[in-house]
């Protein structure tokens, strides 16, 4: 078992080395890269605002009823102040993360193991063309690129979601709401968050695409490589939270 993914760990580094590479035909590149910023950013713009308001509100009307729980008087300014704590730490860089390496994983896996089963990936190797730089950097760039938009959306939605349940809900106002937002955080927790987003984008981009281009066999091994793409793209970005909150926050 561990030799196994100890040689899995081996191909994946020597595939990434193969991918990171200057392209060979820059306009054939810049085409790819925008057609993937449209795949995996653009159209993901839809479930991270949805996912993002509802959650900001809920953790916020969460906050408002621990607040009033506790022993001892919490201004109700801390409502917004804790709403835009959470989910600039955790909820949007991490849990917006994980959402995007069961939509954008299941997709990246799916798309060049049917290129894989279909031989079309043979055809590009026996043409001489550097297959995995042609397939996997664009998604590696684009991911780098749209996913942190992608975070900074996403916790300005929480934020709008927090503010939206004050409003329905009556339990806080929107100087309260405005006056926590405003409070000051250290600029180490935003450096936090991004830092964490570049390394999640760049595992939702490799990991799947290492699977996919790994594929052997027909239809039904591109549907299970697809599975444990996901499954593994999620457990690296535990992994390596871990470690960049280790890193960075101790």
Do not use: C
Not at 127 to 147: C, H, R, T
Not at 216 to 235: F, N
Request: charged letters at 10%; zero cysteines; a neutral charge.
């Amino acid at each position: 078992m561990i030799k196994k993914f100890l040689n899995a760990f081996g191909e994946y580094f020597l595939l990434m080395g193969k991918s990171i590479r200057t392209p060979q035909k820059m306009s054939v590149f810049w085409k790819h890269l925008m057609r993937e910023i449209n795949d995996l950013g653009v159209n993901s713009f839809g479930l991270v605002i949805f996912t993002s308001l509802f959650v900001g509100a809920v953790v916020a009307i969460q906050m408002y009823n621990n607040f009033e729980a506790s022993a001892f008087p919490i201004p109700a300014s801390f409502v917004g102040y804790a709403t835009k704590a959470v989910l600039v730490l955790e909820f949007s860089p991490t849990i917006i993360s994980l959402v995007l390496a069961g939509k954008v994983g299941s997709y990246i896996a799916s798309s060049i193991g049917t290129m894989r089963v279909s031989e079309q990936i043979d055809a590009l190797d026996i043409m001489g063309v550097n297959s995995p730089n042609f397939l996997i950097f664009p998604k590696i760039l684009a991911s780098l690129i749209f996913n942190p938009l992608l975070i900074a959306m996403s916790i300005s939605m929480g934020i709008l979601g927090g503010y939206l349940a004050g409003e329905m809900t009556g339990n806080w106002t929107q100087d309260d709401y405005a006056t926590g937002i405003q409070m000051y955080m250290p600029n180490l927790f935003y450096y936090y968050a991004f830092i964490k987003t570049l390394v999640f984008a760049f595992i939702i981009a490799t990991v799947p695409s290492y699977f996919g281009y790994n594929v052997k066999g027909g239809s039904l091994e591109v549907g299970r490589a697809s599975t444990q793409a996901v499954v593994w793209t999620m457990v690296f970005i535990i992994i390596s939270e871990l470690l960049l909150t280790q890193m960075i926050l101790s």
